[in-house]
């Protein structure tokens, strides 16, 4: 009895929504709603080399870097979200001695599929200062996590 009773209940919870379709109409499309881009420039990764502080930005989809305490002013070539490109174990930036004076860094952006992917990397090249390389990876896909090898860095201190 007690069983019988328990299906008496269930039927109506699985009849009730059946109830309100008809057959004849379409369902309702509502638009997804995508989630905004911020509009205010934001930090998208932080790394210490050579004694400065190095703060990447993503301002209006661009990737700027910031040196120090001074406003970020140099634009970068690969688009944002950009990160450092990640030394093995993947948790600081990889920095790379090019020779006695001169480190290099990698800037992973231009988003790909996965995460902190992208398909463009340029290097920073920090000798007292900081500047952008001119030399820019383009072609693959690079991942944060994954590091670059060192004649990779090679090319990038161009």
Known sequence: ????????AIIPLVLLPLAGCDSGSQP?????ALPERLEKPHVTDQAQAGGLHLA???????????VGQTEPSIWL???????????AGGQRAQ???HNKTTLVMAVL???????HCGQEVQGLIING???????IMQ?????????????????LAK
């Not at 990447?56 to 661009?62: E, I, N, Q, Y």
């Not at 200062?129 to 030399?135: A, I, L």
């Open 77 to 87: 070539k690969p688009m944002a979200p950009c990160y450092f490109m990640l030394a």
């Open 139 to 155: 072609g693959s896909v690079y991942c944060a996590e994954q590091g670059l090898q060192n004649f990779q860095y090679d090319l």
């Open 129 to 135: 200062g900081v500047k952008p390389s001119t030399y």
């Open 1 to 8: 009895m007690a069983h019988t009773l328990g299906w008496l």
């Open 28 to 32: 309702q499309q509502r638009p997804l």
């Open 109 to 115: 952006g231009t988003p790909a599929k996965g995460k």
């Open 95 to 97: 920095v790379f001695r």
């Open 56 to 66: 990447l930005w993503d301002d209006g989809g661009g990737c700027k870097l910031q």
